[in-house]
């Protein structure tokens, strides 16, 4: 899905490449190997080593090495300790305390105690970009010992600790932070540094042991180089002639090329669910999606598991449902709810009072998802909804959608925990709610979910969830799936809720 | 030839700051959301609204362009918007880049084409056909279908140089020549094959003048008579092709820098422009204009030394 036009590939990063956690993982490196270099090939270039300015997901790989984290991420993306050893919530659920490991310092011996973690937090969030965006319900910071950080919220984020554990938990040193060095240099107190020497930004950047790192046992290489490549073909070669040890594969089509060429291939879902979403739930400016049976019709129109080999090249799972399949509030049964029946489809629009369909502007998205697009027109023209394209740069289109010029489009969103699923495009207010629909009884169940904990969460979440698919909120075809390709020379677990496997999770193979 | 010169360089600083003006407007009027891209589909609409008074994008466009230029004057091209690194440094790591295939790939076609032009426009017969036949596949050849070709064999199936990469000359020499080699004969197979034709026209031209024949008539060896006197009066126009070619070739690298991995002027450029990172593709479009400025420079200076006749005026 992913285009070999730089444009494609840029827009298909922005629409489906920002993952909501880091990718760490509690794979211990088992075999005891240990040494030489790892080399990887993201597929964005940096960003500014300032993490104000950080954003997620791809990213996250130029993050990793210098800056360690408040905490980690298991393969699951369930925060496990790491800077922070301990932490607890109060009972309503606002006031978050963190108990600090001690004697750690960043690179230029500044300290790493609670007010360095407070400077962090409150410099972080300043900043407009992704990691940013994870700390704007922060209230108030306290320092309560040297060891212990009380962080307050303006309302309860069931995804705020697991946040943590990605770049938003991300730590700089207080005295970088204050001098606006990190511009340039990154200072931090991760299991690397960067050699400045080494590295030619935009093209190379090798990082190299921190020597005072506590918890080196779990990073086995002694290098670490980044390479960043775009370009599916250029990104192929690589891998194949032994120039990197892992990247995305973009192209589905070269997948097996990437097998045949002698690399493992790693397959996971990175937390983004692809198909119809229809926007316009109160009929706005497209009258006939505001009745539920026409937007029950299109979820009856598609072939999904079709879909997933003509669309994906067999790369996704078909779903009916926005949220993904490791989140609590997913229930396989739901898959169920609207089988392919193009017959009942166009009763349902009949009875809907469209016996004859109706037609609708869709952004033309045809030079980014082009096997996408022409799905999406043919199943819907099969059951009489005839599909106008409109032609949209691909650099405005985010834009576009967002004003809400589109009652319906092809898409992909991120969807990670239940809770960021529902952040982002199931709020009244959320930016992904491009309409603002809302309903009572959705509102009450999102609001009994953010404020209860564990099971009783957990079957809010799932109610939600029934609720939109009953609703018809959308029409999803697939939870998106990633390729890892690796050398024979390194061994890599996958990462939940990332597009791609984290620094944790590579170990030297044999 | 001195008012002359001056004349070309004060032409030069003109179509740089009418071309980066040009840009500058363009940018601001493809609606691009800059701010948006930067920050992420998830981010919210206040995010955005910050990242934009923070880049100052809020400002009018006139003021915008007026804080560019009386920056740019001094030398200061600011900052990338996405990566954050200067673009002066930005453009330091990369012109090496680009000028090392752009020049290799220039080197290549002066000299094939050279051999190939005299050769076909001297032996004629089947060679001349063959020559002929040549250029005409290499003229519709794409560069971007040979550097996939190249990489796909030479460098992944038998390994012989580098796939992607490029590595600087002063960290090792031998290593610099292996990452550009591939990239360079992708950018010169296009350009010999316009170039030779060029030189075998020019070459047939000059030998049926009388003053060839009259130089032949006198003893002149078939060597000195080719060398010196053929060819240096047919090269003028191989010269200008030449010419053009630079600019084509730095075109070119824009497709051949992304097959190879290589982080060029061409891919800043394309990226630059497609993301809406106005600081870096305002430095690149100086610096490429300046770049063609001072190569057609070069161009006439040499045309002067080869041909007295274009010193007068």
Redesign the interface.
């Known amino acids: 899905m992913r285009r070999r036009t730089f444009v494609g590939a840029g827009v298909v990063a922005i629409l489906g490449g920002t993952a909501a956690c880091s990718g760490e993982s509690d794979t211990s490196s088992g075999n005891g190997a240990s040494g030489g270099t790892l080399t990887l090939a993201p597929l964005v270039p940096s960003q500014p080593w300032d993490l104000k300015d950080a954003g997620l997901g791809n990213n996250t790989q130029y993050y990793q090495p210098v800056y360690d984290s408040l905490l980690r991420l298991d393969t699951k993306a369930e925060p496990i300790p790491n800077v922070a050893t301990k932490w607890s919530y109060d009972s309503t659920g606002t006031v978050l305390t963190l108990t600090l490991r001690t004697g750690i310092t960043f690179t230029d011996g500044a300290a790493l105690d609670a007010s360095a973690v407070k400077k962090n937090l409150e410099h972080t969030r300043t900043g407009a970009n992704e990691a940013a965006g994870q700390l704007k319900g922060i209230k108030d910071v306290e320092v309560v010992g040297a060891d212990t950080v009380k962080v307050t919220l303006s309302a309860p984020d069931p995804s705020f600790v697991a946040n943590l554990g990605s770049v938003a938990g991300m730590l700089a040193s207080p005295q970088a932070i204050d001098a606006g060095t990190l511009k340039d240099t990154p200072v931090g107190s991760g299991p690397y540094t960067l050699d400045k020497g080494a590295t030619t930004n935009g093209s190379v950047y090798t990082f190299v042991r921190n020597e005072k790192y506590w918890n080196a046992d779990e990073f086995p290489f002694d290098k670490i180089v980044l390479k960043p490549l775009a370009d599916p073909t250029a990104i192929l070669n690589a891998l194949r002639s032994g120039q990197v040890d892992g990247a995305l594969i973009t192209t589905p089509k070269n997948v097996d090329a990437a097998r045949s060429g002698g690399l493992n291939i790693l397959r996971y879902q990175p937390g983004d669910v692809a198909g119809v979403y229809i926007w316009d739930r109160d009929g706005k400016i497209s009258k006939p999606l505001g009745e539920l049976k026409v937007r029950q019709a299109i979820n009856h129109a598609f072939d999904r598991a079709t879909l997933i080999k003509s669309v994906y090249g067999g790369l996704g799972e078909p779903t009916a449902q926005v949220f993904n399949p490791i989140s609590t509030a997913y229930d396989a049964s739901l898959n169920d709810t609207y089988p392919y029946d193009p017959a009942k489809a166009k009763s349902l629009l009949a009875e809907a009072g469209y016996p004859d369909g109706f037609s609708v502007d869709i952004p033309d998205v045809g030079p980014i998802f082009p096997e996408a697009q022409a799905a999406m027109v043919q199943y819907l023209g099969d059951i009489g909804i005839k599909c106008k394209l409109v032609t949209v740069p691909s650099t405005e289109l985010l834009n576009q959608l967002l004003a809400g010029k589109f009652a319906i489009s092809y898409f992909s969103l991120a969807s990670f925990r239940s809770w960021d699923t529902i952040t982002i495009q199931a709020r009244p207010d959320s930016l992904w709610n491009l309409f603002k629909n809302s309903d009572p009884e959705l509102t009450a169940l999102i609001d009994s979910a953010q404020n209860s904990t564990g099971d009783s969460q957990n079957a809010d979440f799932k109610e939600i969830n029934t609720y939109l698919v009953d609703q018809a909120w959308n029409a999803p075809w697939a939870v998106v799936e990633n390729s890892y390709a690796t050398s024979r020379r390194v061994k890599v677990t996958a990462q939940a809720f990332t597009p791609v496997p984290g620094l944790y999770n590579f170990t030297p193979a044999g | 030839m001195k008012t002359f010169l001056a004349r070309r360089l004060l032409s030069g600083v003109v179509l740089v700051f009418v071309i980066s003006s040009l840009t500058f407007v363009l940018m601001r009027l ?4 800059i ?11 206040q ?2 609204a ?2 934009e008074a ?1 880049l100052g994008l809020d400002r009018s466009v006139v003021v915008q362009y007026w804080d560019w230029l009386t920056a740019a004057v001094r030398g200061d091209f600011g ?1 990338s918007w ?4 200067t673009v002066t ?2 453009l330091t ?2 012109l090496p880049v680009t000028l090392s295939i752009v020049l290799g790939g220039l080197l290549l076609s002066a000299v094939a084409s050279v051999l190939l032009g005299v050769a076909a426009a001297v032996r004629g017969g089947l060679l001349d056909r063959v020559v002929q036949l040549l250029a005409i596949i290499g003229f519709a050849v794409p560069s971007f279908l040979v550097a ?1 070709v190249l ?2 064999f030479v ?2 199936e038998w ?1 012989w140089l ?5 590595t ?1 000359f002063a960290v090792s020499p031998s290593a610099w020549f292996e990452s550009i080699t591939l990239p360079s004969i992708s950018l010169a197979v296009g350009a010999v094959a316009a170039t030779a034709q060029q030189v075998r026209g020019a070459m047939v031209d000059v030998l049926r003048k009388d003053y060839i024949r009259t130089l032949r008539s006198r003893g002149l060896s078939r060597r000195s008579l080719l060398l010196k006197h053929a060819l240096r009066n047919a090269a003028p126009p191989a010269l200008t092709v030449l010419g053009l070619q630079f600019v084509g070739l730095v075109g070119g690298a824009v497709v051949v820098e ?6 060029g002027i061409g ?2 450029a ?2 630059a422009a ?3 990172d106005s600081p870096l593709l305002m430095g690149v479009v100086v610096v490429m204009v300046t770049l063609v400025v001072v190569v057609n420079l070069l161009l006439d200076v040499a045309q002067g030394w080869l041909n007295p006749k274009v010193r007068v005026g």
């Open positions: 493809t609606g691009t959301d701010a948006r891209n930067i920050v992420g589909p998830t981010a919210t609409t995010q955005v910050a990242k923070e900052r996405f990566s954050g690194d440094s930005s790591d990369k996939l990489a796909l460098a992944v390994g580098p796939a992607t990469g490029y600087p992304k097959v190879f991995g290589l982080t891919s800043a394309n990226s497609s993301s809406g």
